[in-house]
């Protein structure tokens, strides 16, 4: 008898089928150079351009809807979607926590990836970093400082620190990004929990990372991104008995 894991080779070939149409689906946009916001062919036109029957292509066509290529408004028809992270959020989250039964490995991944992003690109944006920027990422660190004291947790402070330490790049697709890891880590932190977090401590970690930007240390800032994240993987670590 096969593996129990094993997939049958007709199922497979009906997923190599599909993953084939939402690719010919995709190019099909592109080589018709839809922009955001354009309408698709009808499902008729789909399906003689592809050469598919409607039931198939229906399924390839909720794959993408998921993916956040295309949105179907009904009664109007399909449209290429505008971009939308959510599908990338919701898989990471999932990975995330489930990884939390498994040593946090793929938790701990991610925390690599954002270490690396910010640590690479804080250079870039306090190139770029004007003075009232600068103030407010302060007042980000003021309001973390302050929910330190009342012994009150500051995930959403945090965020907005990041958020507002990376947006002189003005650059949509890392603010996006960032956002992802956001909610991921809100999840992750809402199922380890407040553990023994110091939370003056950890607001003194973001006051350190200010203080090297407002004094245009690169590389200062740098190290400390590199101590901030370093205490997200030891809670991490700490949570799943590593």
Request: proline share 4%; net charge negative.
């Amino acid at each position: 008898m096969p593996p129990a894991n094993m997939v049958p080779p007709a199922r497979f070939s009906a997923q190599t089928r599909l993953r084939a149409l939402q690719s010919d689906i995709m190019e099909l946009i592109l080589d018709r150079e839809l922009e955001v916001g354009d309408a698709l062919p009808t499902e008729n036109e789909l399906c003689v351009a592809l050469g598919v029957g409607r039931n198939t292509l229906r399924e390839s066509l909720k794959v993408l809807q998921a993916l956040g290529v295309i949105e179907v408004r009904h009664g109007f028809g399909m449209f290429v979607a505008p971009s939308n992270f959510e599908a990338l959020a919701d898989g990471l989250i999932f990975r995330g926590r489930l990884s939390l039964r498994h040593h946090g490995l793929e938790a701990l991944q991610l925390v690599d990836v954002r270490h690396a992003l910010e640590s690479g690109l804080i250079g870039s944006s306090m190139d770029v970093m004007t003075a009232d920027q600068l103030a407010a990422v302060e007042e980000s660190v003021v309001r973390m400082e302050y929910l330190a004291a009342r012994g009150e947790s500051f995930v959403e402070a945090d965020s907005d620190f990041h958020g507002r330490l990376f947006a002189p790049l003005n650059n949509e697709l890392l603010l996006n990004l960032l956002e992802v890891f956001w909610k991921v880590y809100r999840k992750i932190h809402a199922e380890i929990g407040p553990g023994s977090e110091d939370l003056p401590a950890l607001a003194a970690l973001h006051r350190n990372i200010y203080i090297a930007v407002a004094a245009g240390d690169k590389g200062r800032a740098a190290e400390e991104l590199g101590r901030h994240f370093e205490g997200v993987r030891r809670r991490i670590a700490d949570a799943v008995g590593e």
